[in-house]
């Protein structure tokens, strides 16, 4: 069979593994579902010892039969997912995940210090918010669980966890490290001396930074004999999942873009130069001397499971809700909605930024609701392209898109119309998973060059833009785009004063 690469993909929702042979083919998958904990106060963690003993069970499944075919082992995680590792490597706490908000003042007492917002984006090369900046989420954790910040031996991520219980060794990569508030994005490959020394973080509990396909260690003979896979397999650190996907989809132009359609929303653009925007959460990209700007919108996705559950919960899954959506008319009735259901990233980087449904009357109901939902987040999406097209004089001839949500015909149907431009959806067998496979078959010296990668991906479906709605839903977009900055200092007068 050839040399077969494993690519782990951890995400809010589920986590995933995916077996490929080394031209990209899909041979076997599995997933299991994730465990994200949430308290009164609105944070947001993960069960790290949960999320490894499910792992390890999905790993023996997942390679019976395989043994000796698997050469690599790679990961892609949802990012950034915060960790603490003891002297034995074992997490002191759960993972906190990117849509906890507890750190915003902490963060803002951080930009302060490098000169508010201007000079964190300056020195920096992101807004400073909780989903871009772990520095304040450290200092939360430092002041509020002394306790727990004693025992700290490492800080890490996600992937740093992984590879830690995978191999015994601790690293993270530069997409991820893009995301600390403790790197200059420019230069992500090293943790700046100045901004450790600002954020009172000890450098000694920081990880090294190695490249997403640096070959971190190889797998344990405890834990390999825990999956039914030898010891000895070469385990890459992986990356940041949008980055994965951008790598396994071969995104290595000026412009290229795809957008990621799950529990976020990300339209990502592959820049040749750190020439970054505020709109925008920027990194690393996978392949050194290029960088990804994300536009980030927090919970797209989620919020059409959200609809389901309260104005569908009688119907199975969301298919069905959207045959009953698609028989509504195109602007939902004057329906607008804001998808700011967890604060947002991009555009806005506003914590306390919230959902909102603007133009109800007594004749609305929750197909048009449910409807505006859609919209709402094809609206956030065609406000990070137009600044995407003024800011880096980007004219892709159509947008490719990957993830859950990309199945849907409505969502698809709805991004082309809105935007104004095709999308196509892809065949990538889980990009994420894809791209973590590929960097761990050159972490095994499989693909002696990032040239080598192959690009298997394949066009499922593609959608061309319907004229005939373009005008309603200009109009539509022209009062969203108003939305926000009206309705701004009351959301900050709710998040300060009521709740």
Not at 28 to 42: P, Q
Not at 339 to 365: H, I, M, Q, W
Request: proline fraction near 5%.
């Amino acid at each position: 069979m050839g040399p077969l690469l494993l690519g782990i993909d951890a995400g809010t929702s589920n986590v995933k593994a995916s077996i490929y042979d080394t031209k990209g083919k899909l041979i076997k998958c599995a997933s299991v579902e994730s465990t994200i904990l949430k308290s009164d106060e609105g944070h947001m963690e993960m069960d790290l010892n949960v999320l490894m003993f499910n792992l390890k069970r999905l790993l023996k499944e997942i390679t019976f039969g395989y043994k000796d075919d698997i050469k690599a082992i790679g990961f892609s995680v949802t990012s950034p997912t915060l960790v603490l590792l003891d002297k034995k490597l074992n997490p002191i706490r759960p993972g906190v995940i990117y849509l906890d908000n507890r750190s915003s003042e902490e963060v803002s007492k951080y930009a302060e210090m490098l000169g508010g917002r201007e000079g964190y984006f300056s020195k920096i090369g992101n807004n400073p918010s909780p989903s871009t900046c772990t520095v304040g989420l450290l200092n939360w954790l430092k002041r509020e669980e002394p306790e727990s910040w004693e025992r700290v031996y490492k800080i890490g991520y996600l992937n740093t966890f992984l590879a830690a219980k995978l191999t015994g060794e601790v690293a993270v990569d530069p997409t991820i490290a893009s995301l600390s508030g403790l790197v200059n994005i420019g230069n992500p490959y090293c943790w700046d001396e100045e901004l450790v020394k600002i954020s009172g973080i000890n450098p000694d509990i920081l990880p090294d930074i190695k490249p997403s396909f640096h070959k971190v260690g190889v797998l344990q003979e405890k834990i390999a004999k825990k999956i039914g896979l030898p010891a000895g397999i070469p385990v890459s650190i992986g990356s940041a999942d949008t980055a994965a996907a951008s790598f396994a989809l071969g995104l290595k132009q000026h412009g290229d873009v795809f957008e990621s359609m799950g529990t976020s929303g990300v339209l990502t653009f592959c820049l040749t130069k750190p020439k970054f925007d505020k709109a925008f959460m920027n990194r690393s990209h996978v392949i050194p001397g290029l960088w990804l700007a994300h536009g980030a919108m927090s919970t797209t996705g989620a919020a059409i499971e959200w609809a389901k559950d309260i104005f569908f919960s009688q119907l199975e899954d969301i298919s069905d809700m959207e045959r009953i959506v698609l028989n509504t008319n195109p602007g939902s009735s004057g329906i607008i909605f804001l998808p700011y259901l967890s604060g947002e990233r991009s555009p806005v980087f506003d914590p306390k930024a919230c959902g909102v449904f603007f133009g109800l009357n007594l004749e609305t109901n929750k197909k048009d609701m449910a409807r505006a939902i859609y919209e709402g987040s094809a609206y956030g999406v065609k406000q990070l392209y137009l600044i995407a097209q003024n800011r880096w004089n980007v004219a892709p001839e159509f947008i490719r898109c990957v993830g859950g949500v990309c199945r849907s015909s409505l969502a698809l149907q709805l991004r082309s119309d809105i935007l104004n431009i095709p999308y196509k959806s892809m065949e990538a067998g889980n990009a994420a998973a894809l791209g973590a496979a590929f960097m761990a078959g050159m972490a095994a010296n499989i693909y002696k060059d990032i040239d080598e990668i192959p690009n298997p991906n394949k066009f499922l479906k593609s959608v061309c833009p319907n004229s005939e709605n373009m005008d309603i839903y200009d109009k539509c977009f022209s009062i969203y785009q108003k939305l926000y900055p009206s309705l701004k200092p009351l959301m900050h007068e709710k998040a300060d004063n009521i709740f």
